[in-house]
């Protein structure tokens, strides 16, 4: 029998729906994941693994500290530049999205309303390549 290989996923979002939805399309998928409610929770791991995320999926509106900070700090500290951040958010506005390219998001995809639309979202973040992956205007947002 082929053994899957799984991947340990990061995701921080404040929302219980969305964590529990995210787990469900993870779950589907075989992949692991590591689901927190707070930034700070999640760096605290970051920071101490194991586990190590292959990627980090990060939702912007959340109390305390904002996806926006959140990825600033994985950006600045040292041996976190290499980790694939994805912005998981129900915005889409281009100012948001340029502002998280800046601040060095890997890449940008608009919360999902379906299952299959997210489990097909998390397939293609985990189909890229993200050693040689150079995020672009035409490639930095993922449209389902």
């Given amino acids: 029998m082929l053994q899957l290989q799984t991947t340990t996923f990061f995701y921080v979002d404040d929302d219980s729906d969305d964590r ?47 996806g926006f900070e959140l990825l600033q700090e994985i ?24 502002k998280c390219m800046e601040l060095g998001a890997s890449l940008f995809i608009t919360k999902a309303i379906s299952l299959s639309s997210l489990i097909k979202a998390i397939e293609h973040v985990m189909g890229i390549d993200w050693e040689n992956f150079k995020p672009n205007l035409q490639t930095f947002v993922y449209k389902s």
């Fill in 20 to 66: 529990s939805f995210f787990q469900e399309a993870a779950d589907e998928l075989g992949e692991n994941v590591s689901i927190f409610e707070l930034g700070d929770e999640m760096m605290q791991i970051l920071k101490n693994p194991p586990p190590k995320p292959s990627v980090v999926f990060i939702d912007l509106n959340m109390p305390i500290k904002n």
């Fill in 75 to 98: 950006r600045s500290s040292s041996g976190f530049n290499s980790i694939p951040i994805v912005v998981y958010s129900t915005s889409n506005s281009i100012d948001t999205i340029s």
